[in-house]
């Protein structure tokens, strides 16, 4: 009895656990990036992988050498506005254009560029967020635009978190009742394993008021 329900608590939480982290780590993502030498701008590719449309996010860019090592960073802050699953390209200013560095990607061969390569982290979505000195603000390469509505923005972040823990307390009542079928079984003198695989069949209560109705088993303490 103790093993079914550590099973079932391990899926739950194992299952919570993974929604959870692709939320956080995984709304957006850097499909693309181009810069090359003497450009003026830098272009993104931005992919949304959330079932909800995300206006605006803030994410930090590390721009870093061939050798692996870090040469600068930046915070940006972006009204985006992409639907689930869209992806777009914005601009953003060019790293170091006056310094000759170009993308590794988009150096040609006979070009005398410094390379770097570029890691993409997101640090917030669907928030109102204010800049400091350290950060730019820059326009998407699509110049359609809409109104931002802070109290919409909050029910789209927060209202499948609060749908997912109303599905985990419900899975929790639920897991509930079969574990006290199982224990009134066992108080009756009966088969535990049979009578969930019966709530199972039917439901929880179901089961809960036919042992109820049955009573003990009597024909064991014989």
Known sequence: ?????LFFTVMLLSSLSFATSVDS???VTMLDYEQ???DDDARISLKNNTKELIKDICFNLTYI???GQTIDNENYYKEVYLSPGETKTI????????ESYAYYRSVAKNDQAKTFIVKFELKDYNTPYKLTENEDSVEASSKTTAPYH???GFFERWGPIAALGMAVLVAALFLGCYVLVGFLATRKKRSAVIWIL??????????LLLLLALGTDTSKEE
């Not at 009895?1 to 329900?5: A, E, L, Q, S, T």
Request: glycine residues 0%.
């Open 1 to 5: 009895m103790k093993r079914i329900f």
């Open 25 to 27: 780590t995984n709304a």
């Open 36 to 38: 090359a030498l003497n």
């Open 65 to 67: 050498d061939m050798m």
């Open 91 to 98: 601009t953003l200013p060019a790293f170091k254009a006056d």
């Open 150 to 152: 802070s109290n919409s």
């Open 198 to 207: 019966i709530s199972f069949v039917t439901t929880p209560f179901f089961a």
